[in-house]
Nanobody, 115 residues
Framework: QVQLVESGGGLVQPGGSLRLSCAAS????????MGWYRQAPGKQRELVAI???????NYADSVKGRFTISRDNTKNTMYLQMNSLKPEDTAVYYC?????????WGQGTQVTVSS
């Protein structure tokens, strides 16, 4: 079993920045693909960014150039640096760990972008 705990969400004005964290209960980054997902009210959950066990990254087109996914293997923590935030980035953000069909989700953290 793997527990994931997100933190760092909050209320921010358009154009502002936030950094989300996802703390894992075990050292899993070398074997799991990690990802950030988000779900806005009335919408399906969507992929935001992923980082593979080898360190490759990929981003949704809507966040490319604004968001950066990273991880600190010594702290078992993954991050999502979000810059130039827009109102349409408002959502609950979740982290996920996946290895083949095995997957774990965090409880989510709310991000609200509003003036």
């Amino acid at each position: 079993q793997v527990q994931l705990v997100e933190s760092g969400g909050g209320l921010v004005q358009p154009g502002g920045s936030l950094r989300l964290s996802c703390a894992a209960s075990k050292n899993i980054f070398s074997i799991y693909t990690m990802g950030w997902y988000r779900q806005a009210p009335g919408k399906q959950r969507e992929l935001v960014a992923i980082i593979t066990s080898g360190g490759s990254t990929n981003y949704a087109d809507s966040v490319k150039g604004r968001f950066t996914i990273s991880r600190d293997n010594t702290k078992n923590t993954m991050y999502l640096q979000m810059n130039s935030l827009k109102p349409e980035d408002t959502a609950v953000y979740y982290c996920k760990a996946q290895k083949f069909t095995e997957q774990y989700w965090g409880q989510g953290t709310q991000v609200t972008v509003s003036s």
